[in-house]
Structures are given as structure tokens and as C-alpha cells.
């Protein structure tokens, strides 16, 4: 049976959530890893592997929340879930580097991609979340 069957705990709409926000996040990084030199005002010293290095410690959480959903923790993958989708919104930092306007059409997509994916995962995750607690409490 592949993995994914069997993780009836979380309704699917949060793993098709979570699986396009793992693609936003990829493509985002990816984008900004390939293009560093363009992106405007970015440090020096970040550098194309620190970019898919910092992907990797951020889904860090995402493939927790899989093991926990696997073993039957809900309440855990919710959380785990919640902390994963909210590193989306780290990409809005790229704005405290530069205006919207300084950045490609190509740059803004990837950003809002995964910032609104990131978004809408963490809700959907938090409101599932509050309908575990409000059906035990």
C-alpha cells in the first residue's frame, strides 16, 4: 500500500495543500538559488548552495508532519504543518530588501506562489486543528 494511503488522519485537501505548497516553496528557492545575482539587494554572502541548503532545513517540519500523521498523531502533524506552511511567509522578506517593482515578474510569482500556498496551508492546518480540539473539548 503506498505511503500516502495511509495517512486517513488529515482530511485530503490538506495533503494536496501541503504537496503544492512544497512545490512553491521548491520553486521559489530554485528560482532564487539559479537568479542570486538578480535578486536585488541580497547579502553576498548567501550563496546557491546556502539557498537549497535553507530549502532542506525548512521542510525539515513538512516530513515530520508526515511521520507524525503516519503514527496516528494528528494534533502533532497539524502543528507541524502550521510551523512548515508559516516559513512561506518568510519570503515577503525579500520586500524589506527591495520594492515589488525592483524584482522580475518571474521573482514576484515565485515569492507570492509560495507565500499565498504557504497561507493557505497554515490556515487550513490551524482550522482543522481547531475542529480536533473543539470535537474532544
Known amino acids: 500500500m503506498p505511503f500516502f494511503v495511509r495517512l486517513p488522519q488529515l482530511p485530503r485537501h490538506i495533503w494536496w ?10 520553486v521559489h528557492f530554485a528560482h532564487n ?3 542570486l545575482a538578480f535578486y536585488p539587494n541580497m547579502p553576498h554572502w548567501i550563496t546557491r548552495e546556502n539557498v537549497y541548503w535553507a530549502w532542506l532545513a525548512i521542510t ?3 516530513i515530520a508532519a508526515l511521520a507524525a500523521a503516519a503514527s496516528g498523531w494528528c494534533t502533532i502533524a497539524a502543528l507541524l504543518l502550521i510551523v512548515y506552511a508559516s516559513f512561506g511567509l518568510d519570503g515577503l522578506g525579500h520586500y524589506a530588501l527591495a520594492l ?6 518571474a521573482m514576484n510569482f515565485s515569492i507570492w506562489f509560495e507565500v499565498l500556498a504557504g497561507a493557505i496551508l ?6 482543522h486543528l481547531r475542529k480536533m480540539a473543539s470535537a474532544h473539548g
Do not use: D, K, Q
Request: glycine share 4%.
Open 17 to 26: 495543500l501541503l504537496a503544492l505548497y512544497c512545490c512553491a516553496s521548491f
Open 100 to 105: 515589488c517593482s525592483e524584482h522580475t515578474l
Open 60 to 62: 525539515v517540519p513538512g
Open 122 to 127: 497554515a490556515i487550513c492546518a490551524a482550522n
Open 33 to 35: 538559488a539559479e537568479y
